[in-house]
């Protein structure tokens, strides 16, 4: 043995690590298919209300809770709605970014795997909006909610007549809880910190944030739950490295052989 701790990337993780140009084109195309991708299903306003009506109904007769509860919460106090409202607007982008640029640097197999999940899911996710577009609550009357972004601030949307950077009728499915959860799983996958189902903690807020800020329904983080399971069940994550498997008190570098002994088997998984 060399003394080598787990902070030492093992050979198999360089090998899985896939070229940083290529990802980093790879995620920008995504990101560009996202945003323009919901464009498309901007001009149906008519049917967006429509179906917010049915999900509103709908939730009401399976006796889900109401939403109005959480936003009753939030408004206790001007600096916890603010919070909330902040929350939404700057997180979902850079810790989703964050998470991707962590794991290419330090588990690269798991990166691979992540990309790919949340790609399909923001795939998944852009065909509902394009085939099923609604209002958030905060546009429906109905539910007595209020727009805490445009009344508190700060708001990520304009008037949905003159807002051209957003589709505001693509509230089902919830990237925003989607992305948050495949954060906290690929976390807990990736790392064996005794603490990493603390990262829970993330998705969580992330719901309560978009309920109480009137964002999205319940049914919205549940259908981006199916959709998450669905990819998750399907693709699978990288097997246990000595990156991933080391816990505390055991050394790393006790661990390194038979992670070069799995070398095959890392890379096919990792691609």
């Known amino acids: 043995m060399n003394g080598r701790t787990e ?5 198999t993780d360089a090998i899985a690590r896939p070229p940083l140009v290529r990802e980093l084109l790879l995620v920008a195309g995504l990101f560009l298919v996202y945003k323009f991708g919901r464009q498309l299903a901007t ?25 109005g509860s959480v936003q009753h919460l939030l408004l206790h ?7 909330a409202n902040t929350y ?3 997180v979902h982008f850079p810790a989703t970014a964050a998470f991707l640029v962590w794991t290419y640097l330090r588990r690269p197999a798991h990166y691979v ?5 949340l790609a399909a899911v923001t795939a998944a996710a852009l ?12 546009m429906l009357a109905a539910t007595g909610l209020i727009d805490t972004g445009r009344v508190y601030g700060p708001s ?27 954060v906290a799983i690929g976390l807990i996958v990736a790392t064996r910190s005794r603490y990493r189902w603390l990262w829970l903690l993330h998705p969580l807020v992330t719901l309560l944030v978009i309920v109480g800020t009137a964002n999205h329904y319940w049914l919205d983080a549940i259908v981006a739950t199916a959709m998450l399971g669905i990819a998750l ?9 000595a990156t991933t498997a080391t816990t505390p008190g055991r050394r790393a570098d006790k661990l390194v052989p038979a992670a070069r002994d799995e070398e095959p088997g890392l890379v096919g998984a990792g691609r």
């Open 7 to 11: 902070a030492d990337r093992p050979e």
């Open 233 to 241: 069940a399907v693709l699978h994550p990288p097997r246990r490295t």
């Open 43 to 67: 001009g149906h306003t008519g049917e967006a209300f429509r179906n917010a009506d049915r999900v509103w109904d709908l939730e009401r007769a399976v006796h889900l809770p109401g939403e």
């Open 127 to 138: 065909v509902v909006h394009l085939t099923f577009p609604l209002a958030p609550p905060r």
């Open 156 to 182: 990520v949307y304009g008037p949905p007549g003159t807002d051209h950077l957003s589709n505001q009728f693509a509230a089902m499915p919830s990237l925003h809880f989607g992305w948050a959860l495949m």
């Open 77 to 83: 106090g001007d600096t916890l709605i603010h919070l």
């Open 88 to 90: 939404y607007a700057t």
């Open 113 to 117: 795997w992540a990309r790919r999940v």
